[in-house]
């Protein structure tokens, strides 16, 4: 009952996302000439950001010498904010009880399958699992079930996440994807020391999300998508965007994406600290056939680039819903964070253990890349980028309108690129095949050159040193 009355007070209309100019946006950019267009991508190059109506403009070309521009320049932009870097992380779901009804989802309410939780010790043999691949870095994920998976249940797994050491191997920073909530729900979870706080809007249209939500508290569109102001408002420094691509035209979702993005910038100082790029996939109970947006390669490879220029600084997350190849080529366009050998079943990790051709009865949706941590980083690593585990911004206070100055600046540069070479020995010396050692010890060679300050460059190699020695978890 507290947090029905407390939900009825903290409601606020989502009057942000104002969906007639969107759709005016689009409509004049049609009009849009072609040297304009090219202006655009030119003012792009600079990393300053794009404003709503140019960024409607690069949604609209289908030129494939324009394309190939947008490509270009998203790389350009990517590489020289986060150099060629890639974070690695995996989801861990707890949870698949869930009282909504969401008609893209393997865990909506009228599916039959038998519905679990992680107990405590199911949930310390997934971590370690999780550790021995070598991740420090999680994403906790749940069904919204108040009886079967409150809130109080989700910091005790946070708690006992943190707290497992399981040889080398350590979980520092764990970003939770739970329901919309309370405020003061939020101001638990920043007390429990997540990382960011992720909530997917699924679709900013209301007609659609209404169509998509007709049953449970995820129905109510408003307090969904204000679900990131009460979470800022909780304390909660970075908070992380996402739409559901193929649910509804994605050149609005994309518009409305960034109407969120700059509400939140201009109500707390701060926009997003990431966007998430999930697009629609198969799951128990979901036919595609019945969805007129889904969303082909090359548009989905036009959202990312363009994500990359209209919000330079945010980081973009791309999950295992993407084939091996395809993932591959989003990192030169714009993406900085993959998952990696990932699940999306509760007690998923384990039961791959039991048997490599198993497949999880309650998957959330189905996943098309299924290789394991080690063909991933080689294939990172071939692909000439560098892969991270680094958590360090957010144990050093580097959060939320803290790490954007750092990050425009370029001074956040001094710290990430060598945090990622010592997070990536971490993992050559306690995980990695004698294949992948040779190879990343090769890239971790090359990516020191990329250290321009002496002084930077000389601590990281005394650090290196030092893991090799058994020293872990060392970081700027």
């Not at 309410?109 to 699992?129: A, M």
Request: aromatic residues 8%; negative net charge; charged residues 25%.
């Amino acid at each position: 009952m507290k947090t029905i009355s407390q939900r009825a007070k903290e409601w606020e209309a989502a009057d942000f996302i104002k969906e007639e100019k969107i759709v005016a946006l689009l409509a004049a950019a049609k009009n849009v000439s072609r040297d304009e267009t090219a202006n655009i991508v030119d003012k792009a190059r600079q990393a300053k950001g794009l404003t709503l109506a140019e960024t409607a403009a690069l949604l609209q070309v289908t030129d494939p010498e324009l394309l190939a521009g947008i490509f270009a320049a998203a790389k350009e932009v990517k590489e020289r904010i986060y150099g060629r870097r890639v974070v690695l992380f995996a989801p861990l779901y707890v949870s698949d009880y869930c009282i909504n009804n969401c008609r893209y989802c393997g865990y909506q309410k009228n599916n039959k399958f038998k519905r679990r939780k992680l107990t405590r010790d199911e949930l310390i043999d997934e971590v370690k699992l999780l550790e021995s691949m070598g991740h420090k870095r999680l994403a906790l994920e749940t069904g919204e079930h108040p009886a079967e998976c409150p809130i109080e249940y989700v910091l005790d797994c946070i708690d006992t996440i943190y707290g497992i050491k399981f040889e080398n191997g350590s979980i520092r920073r764990i970003n939770v994807n739970i329901a919309a909530t309370i405020i003061d729900d939020y101001r638990r979870l920043k007390a429990a020391e997540i990382g960011t706080y992720i909530l997917f809007q699924e679709t900013y249209h209301r007609e659609t999300y209404i169509k998509m939500h007709p049953e449970g508290p995820k129905a109510d569109y408003d307090w969904h998508t204000t679900a990131h102001d009460r979470a800022m408002l909780g304390g909660i420094d970075d908070v992380g965007l996402g739409v559901l691509f193929g649910l509804y035209d994605y050149k609005f979702e994309v518009l409305a994406l960034l109407q969120h993005a700059g509400h939140l910038e201009e109500r707390f100082g701060v926009g997003p600290h990431t966007i998430s790029v999930p697009r629609l996939r198969p799951a128990q109970g979901v036919d595609l056939s019945t969805y007129p947006y889904l969303v082909s390669d090359e548009d989905f490879a036009k959202i990312v680039a363009i994500l990359r220029l209209a919000v330079p600084y945010t980081g973009l997350i791309l999950s295992t819903r993407e084939t091996p190849g395809f993932r591959d080529r989003l990192m030169d366009y714009g993406i900085s964070q993959v998952s990696a050998a990932s699940s999306t079943g509760v007690g998923g990790y384990m039961e791959k253990q039991k048997s490599s051709t198993a497949e999880e009865p309650s998957m959330q949706f189905a996943v098309e890349d299924t290789r394991s941590m080690d063909e991933v980083m080689t294939s990172i690593c071939a692909s000439g980028y560098l892969p991270s585990f680094c958590t360090a911004c957010y144990r050093q206070g580097r959060t939320g309108d803290r790490f954007m100055p750092l990050a425009k600046t370029g001074q956040i540069q001094n710290v990430c690129q060598p945090n990622a070479i010592l997070t990536f020995k971490e993992y050559l010396i306690d995980y990695a095949s004698p294949e992948m050692r040779q190879l990343g010890e090769k890239v971790i060679s090359e990516h020191l050159q990329q250290i321009a300050d002496p002084k930077i460059l000389a601590l990281t190699k005394e650090r290196l040193q030092e893991i090799e020695l058994g020293e872990r978890d060392l970081y700027f």
